[in-house]
């Protein structure tokens, strides 16, 4: 555009940034967003929520960090999703107790977090194995009138049963309705899963529960879940309920892969 004796405006360049970060190009980026410093573009938080989100796709917290600290001392104000972005970076790299801090520092400054920034920090929170403490923010999402969603519950329902706490991840579950939080194909993915991980005959039969659920739902399985199920229902002697399963894949298989009951 410059070349052309075009004079691009700052929504041009922030579209230009984000496509160079979008693209994985992230070095091509940086010195975008220099030669719009040196250009004296009037930079917003539009450019510094792009910047400070690209780099933390790769990990490169310092930089991130230094970018946000920039965006401050020039008084551009961060957005919730700037603050999302840098407690999403922190998490990234194992550093929760900052990511922690910056999120006190948004409620200290009056800013209101939103359903993307809570699960930020609890999927950190999981990933650190303090799975109560994750809990704890759901409890706070629900008195900021910000209540769990389904993202928010299949991060905590698959760290729980991933450690081998399949009952709380069930419990869980079972809150989802009282919330009238439906669940998705994936929390069901996530549960069935879990099912498998200790073998045990009452496991397989809430595997099939779920997947008959599941379907009226109307979500469709894939064949090796279907598989999986009457595989473990058999060995573990559910003959009975196999039949059933089998029933439901029989009935299945005629109706398109998109379907609603």
Sequence with gaps: ??????SPNLTSYNIML?????????????KFFLEMKKRR???????YTTVVHG????????????????MVDRGVLPSVTTYNALIQVLC????????????EEMLRKGYVPNSITF???IRGLCHKEQREKAMEYMDMMRDNDCGPNVQTYNIVIRYFCDAGEIEKGLELFEKM????????LDTYNILISSMFVRKKSDDMVVAGKLLIEMVDRGFMPRRLTFNRILDGLLLTGNQGFAKEILRLQTKCSRLPRQFKL
């Design 18 to 30: 984000k496509g160079y970060f979008r693209a994985g190009q992230i070095e091509e980026g940086w």
């Design 55 to 70: 780099l933390g796709v790769v990990g490169e917290v310092k930089r991130a960090r230094k970018v946000f600290d920039e």
């Design 1 to 6: 555009m410059v070349e052309k004796g075009l």
């Design 177 to 184: 309705s009282s919330e009238n939080c439906l669940p998705n």
């Design 119 to 121: 699960n930020v920090v």
């Design 92 to 103: 990234k790299k194992d550093s929760v107790e900052t990511a922690i801090s910056v999120f």
């Design 41 to 47: 573009c009037e930079i917003d938080v539009v450019t």
